[in-house]
């Protein structure tokens, strides 16, 4: 039985292409009548040797092969499909292909199966234990129950923005669906399941509350926690306090140092991986968070007297493994009853507390972003410094700030 294929797109000039048996060559023609591209394919077994004729088929003549980036719209058997290539080459070639296609019933993708076979195969075995951890929580509880029951090729923009809708979260969070999202998406696309993401949609908006930022300690108060380093009663927790509050580090890089990261002779400082805890009581060590997190930074003279090196391959705070997030907690805990500190002891306080002090004595973004680890001083501006008024300079510049 004949099956007759329809192509009809709005491009520039008339062309007609002929399709023919039974070694299916496609033949595109100018309104002259010549042949511009000839496609010699295998014959599409749900095609019989009959020729058909296509008119209004949209070709540009120009340079074969030349870039043009094209994006166009054909129906093929009623069926609306997106082109994009970069030559009219790429373009005929892919057309070709529409052809012989046979034409079938539409089968769907139940998008929970998909997401998370997607999730299985491609994400997880690539990306660090906390970002699996990350991934799932935000599939199991926002992304799969949203699209529940529902096809991949049925997902519209109007089920996105329902989805950032109904999310009782922070704005931040709103955006870490929307990249997960992405990704499985585009791998729809990819697959052919979708001819574009609706994600890319302008329509659709994300607001909300923005994430409560880290408030930093007042001067007076790290002053004061700076003084009191020596009522601390354990030997690592002052180790932690001296390291922690005079040093612009992440929690994770204070866990991963070892004995051989401390230059005494030098007055340095180096980070070269970082300690992160997917399950709250088992330590991963891992390396740090970007390429720009590697670096060294000047060690404060104020330090230097709570240290007690050990071996090279020991950690700081743990000897033979590193802390566990319960250790680090209770530590905190003693600190803050040991000094008699009124408020909680949180380590990405002192963070953002001595980054904001960094840039307030020095007004050189440049050095306080180094000194982070961040790899553009955005970053360092729009989360670290609040706006309080190299290598061993900076650490002179943070004891400075702390003595009176």
């Not at 799932?136 to 949203?146: E, F």
């Not at 307030?360 to 670290?384: C, F, P």
């Amino acid at each position: 039985m004949k099956r007759k294929s329809t192509v009809s797109n709005i491009g520039q000039g008339e062309y007609r292409t002929k399709v023919s048996g039974p070694y299916f060559r496609f033949d595109l023609y100018n309104n002259a009548g010549d042949v511009v591209l000839s496609q010699w394919l295998e014959q599409p077994p749900h095609l019989d040797n009959s020729t058909q004729e296509l008119d209004c088929m949209p070709f540009q003549q120009g340079v074969e092969g030349m870039a043009t980036k094209i994006n166009r719209t054909v129906t093929v058997n009623g069926v609306k499909r997106w082109i994009h290539c970069n030559t009219e080459q790429e373009y005929c070639d892919r057309l070709a292909k529409l052809f012989c296609k046979e034409p079938q019933s539409e089968v769907k993708h139940l998008f929970s199966e998909y997401a998370l076979n997607w999730f299985e195969t491609y994400s997880k075995p690539n990306i660090a234990t906390a970002t699996v951890k990350l991934y799932s929580h935000l599939l199991t509880y926002h992304i799969i129950p949203a699209f529940e029951g529902m096809a991949v090729e049925d997902i519209r923009a109007d089920d996105i923005q329902r989805l950032f809708n109904g999310m009782d979260t922070s704005k931040e969070t709103k955006y870490k669906v929307k990249r997960l999202l992405n990704q499985v998406l585009n791998a729809a696309v990819d697959d052919e399941f979708l001819v574009k993401s609706p994600l890319k949609s302008d329509r659709i908006k994300i607001t909300g509350a923005e994430s409560t930022t880290t408030a930093t300690y007042s001067v007076e108060q790290m002053q004061y926690l700076v003084q009191h380093i020596g009522d601390i009663q354990s030997a690592q927790d002052r180790t932690y306090m001296a390291i922690q509050a005079l040093h612009p580090l992440r929690l994770e890089e204070v866990l991963g140092l070892k004995w051989s990261d401390i230059d005494l002779e030098h007055m340095s400082l180096s980070v070269n991986r970082a300690v992160t805890h997917p399950t709250r009581n088992q330590p991963e060590v891992k390396d740090t968070k970007t390429k720009s997190s590697v670096r060294t930074i000047g060690l404060s003279q104020l330090a230097v007297s709570y240290l007690t090196p050990g071996r090279a391959d020991e950690f700081v705070l743990g000897g033979n493994s590193p802390l566990s997030y319960t250790q680090v907690r209770r530590m905190c805990e003693r600190i803050q009853k040991d000094t008699g500190f009124t408020e909680k002891i949180t380590p990405k306080r002192f963070r953002t507390t001595v980054l904001t002090d960094l840039y307030d004595k020095t007004r050189d973004i440049k050095l306080v972003q180094a000194a982070a680890g961040h790899t553009t001083a955005e970053m360092t501006l729009k989360h670290y410094v609040k706006g309080r008024g190299n290598v061993v300079k900076s650490a002179a510049a943070i004891e400075s700030a702390y003595t009176a």
